[in-house]
């Protein structure tokens, strides 16, 4: 008789990677932009989809959607690959240079889904540490790359949960540092003063072969519910995630969405504008709270309540319609919520509610 087997024993501590949707007037909890793509991009995607020849597989190497982001960047098609979200991109990265026998370093506390991810295609976790308040030291960082040589090195610029985006220096003194593959997530490099993109120099001798930066159009595209993000790297790591990714993994109507959005970069500028201004009002506001708070250079700013536990404060919020990011149970972030800047009418209902609170 059938049976449902055992779940596989590395598994079974992991308890996925979950964000509590609970029904709240305002969302600020996801990180995802708090505006719709611009109107004439969904007229043309309606008019797009109407000759899409819905009987037949999506164009496997997504070429009009590769080279319109090859475009942005100025890199050549070859170095980009697109898949659904960057999540995806991560775990292509992931099944192909991870696994059994191989190691992925990480500097806690970041985004979560690098050591999940990890986890799931049995890559060995190597942990590094930020200081207190979480920065990389460049030092300890490379004496723990010579010690453990992981095969793959994290960094995520700016950091989610914490904000701070990557110096320069610490970004090359890692990539001088790690012997293999080295991902600088750049989920929400679009509101960043700096892109770790600018690193990479021209074939045929680049500077840093092993550098692969990923993009999403989650943020700032607007774009979270079509599930868009890519990378851009060495062609050699292009091949190695197309060997490993499903065939025809990228449907056609999302290929369709990012090629379109892409019209609308204006749009796209302006809104990361108006995000970043909030981003400022919301900050200095926590300024004058009693709260400790840190800079961020994402759509999202994590903070800690100096007066009361941040699990009261994430409920107290909650019972006023206000879902924002319960982080206070997670190592390293002891007491902190993380919340993201939507529209300024949403923003004030949240400094109104803290302040309420505190
Ligand atoms: N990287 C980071 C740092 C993120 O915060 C997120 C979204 N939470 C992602 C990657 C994944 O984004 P997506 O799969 O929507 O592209």
């Known amino acids: 008789m059938s049976a449902i087997p055992s779940i596989r024993p590395d598994l079974q501590l992991s308890a996925g990677y979950h964000s509590p949707q609970v029904e709240a007037e305002v969302r600020l909890n996801t990180n995802e932009s708090p505006f719709a793509p611009p109107e004439k991009w969904s007229e043309d995607l309606l008019a797009a989809l109407g000759h899409v020849a819905f009987n037949r597989y999506p164009d496997r190497p997504a070429t009009a959607l590769r080279t319109a982001i090859a475009g942005l960047h100025g890199v050549a098609p070859e170095e980009v690959f697109c898949a659904n979200g960057s999540n995806e991109v991560l775990q292509c990265l992931l099944l192909a240079y991870g696994g059994p026998g191989r190691s992925a370093g990480v500097f806690e506390p970041t985004y979560a889904l690098h050591s999940h991810i990890s986890r799931l295609t049995g890559t060995r976790v190597i942990e590094g540490h930020r200081t207190e308040d979480f920065r990389i030291e460049p030092t300890v960082a490379a004496s723990l790359l010579a010690r453990e040589q992981p095969d793959i090195t994290f960094l995520c610029s700016p950091n989610n949960p914490t904000g701070r985006v990557e110096p320069k220096a610490t970004v090359e003194a890692v990539l001088a540092a790690a012997p293999g593959l080295v991902i600088v997530d ?33 943020k ?3 774009m979270a519910g079509a599930r868009l993000g890519y990378l851009v790297a060495d062609a050699a790591v292009v091949s190695a995630c197309e060997a490993v990714v499903l065939p025809y993994h990228l449907s056609a109507q999302t290929q369709l969405a990012g090629t379109l959005a892409l019209r609308y970069v204006d749009e796209m500028e302006a ?35 100096s007066s009361q536990s941040g699990d009261k404060v994430w409920h107290g919020l909650l019972d006023r319609s206000v879902l924002i990011r319960n982080c206070s149970t997670w190592d390293g972030l002891e007491g902190c919520l993380r919340v993201t800047i939507g529209r300024p009418d949403e923003n004030d209902r949240f400094l109104t509610a803290l302040k309420e609170l505190l």
């Open 186 to 218: 750049e989920a929400y490099g679009q509101f960043a003063s700096w892109s770790a993109l600018s690193l990479r120099t021209p074939t045929p001798t680049p500077a840093h072969p092993g550098l692969v930066v990923t993009r999403t159009f989650s």
């Open 220 to 222: 700032t595209w607007a």
């Open 271 to 305: 809104r990361v504008a108006l995000i970043a201004e909030e981003r400022g009002r919301v900050a200095a506001a926590l300024g004058d709270l009693p709260v400790e708070s840190w800079p961020s250079e994402a759509n999202f700013i994590l903070f800690r309540p």
